[in-house]
């Protein structure tokens, strides 16, 4: 594949999924639309997450000790394997790194770089007299990133990429990340670990089916709840609203 056709891949899921060719994504929203079923857990550091298709189900885990921002951006790696990559077989994998010896990793890393933080949308947001090179303020780099939920280091690789930004001034970006975020009055949970424990998607009503089916017990139904953090047998007599 060329980058070019990386670029269109991207843009055609944008549009199958129903979103433009700029507008930020709401992952979780995507996620539990296509009936994705998404887990965060802590993983080693070199392990960002894995996509697994059985059954028709998609499955996607995410390691919930990188920021948010990567984690976005390891979704949308993982979203390649499952709807472009033809040859994908489930494997760990190690996102954000562009390492060219691995081509199905490369291309779902340029995959995910144009589909989380589309070339059109990020120009948009950038004031035309940033647009040349280490012209752009860290105020329009702050929004940005902010906007699109990404990692600062996801925008700063796209920005080198698009040539706005130097090696030289990327290294000066990439320095006290949460602080400078903070300092221009953003949140920072994006910049910090999160979803630890987290379950997006369907589980609890798929485990609920095979039960009220009779195809598992009690038990077992119990215990396929207590996984996602849920004891069904605590305020059983609840009658709240």
């Known amino acids: 594949m060329t980058e070019q056709e990386i ?36 993983l080693d550091d070199d392990f960002s997450g894995m996509a697994i298709e059985a059954n028709s189900t998609k499955f996607l885990i995410i390691n919930s000790n990188h920021s948010l ?5 390891t979704i949308c ?22 390492n060219k010896a691995n ?5 779902a890393d340029t995959f995910a770089s144009h589909f989380l933080l589309p070339e059109s949308g990020v120009l948009a947001e950038i004031p035309k007299n940033e647009w040349r090179k280490d012209k752009i303020k860290l105020a329009t780099i702050i929004k940005i990133e902010q906007y699109y939920a990404c990692s600062r280091r996801a925008l700063i690789n796209r920005l080198l990429h698009l ?10 970006l990439i320095v006290s990340i949460k602080k400078t975020a903070q300092m221009h009055g953003y949140p920072i949970n994006q910049y910090e670990a999160g979803n630890e424990g987290e379950f997006w998607g369907d589980y609890g009503s798929l485990a609920k089916e ?11 139904y119990a215990s396929l709840m207590k996984d996602i953090g849920i004891d069904i047998f605590e305020n059983l007599d609840d009658n709240g609203d």
Not at 69 to 73: L, P
Not at 77 to 84: A, G, Q, R, S
Not at 210 to 220: A, C, P, Y
């Open 210 to 220: 095979l039960f009220d089916n009779e195809l598992i017990s009690e038990g077992k």
């Open 7 to 42: 670029k269109q891949e991207a843009f055609e899921l944008r549009r199958k999924f129903g979103f433009s060719g700029t507008e930020p994504i709401r992952l979780k929203s995507l996620l539990l639309k296509e009936e994705i079923l998404t887990y965060f857990t802590p």
């Open 163 to 172: 040539r706005l930004v130097s090696p030289e001034y990327r290294n000066e």
């Open 103 to 107: 081509k199905s990793e490369y291309w």
């Open 77 to 98: 790696h993982e979203l390649y394997h499952l709807f472009v990559d033809e040859d994908f077989t489930p494997h760990r994998c190690q996102t954000a790194t562009f």
């Open 69 to 73: 921002g990567r984690q976005h951006f």
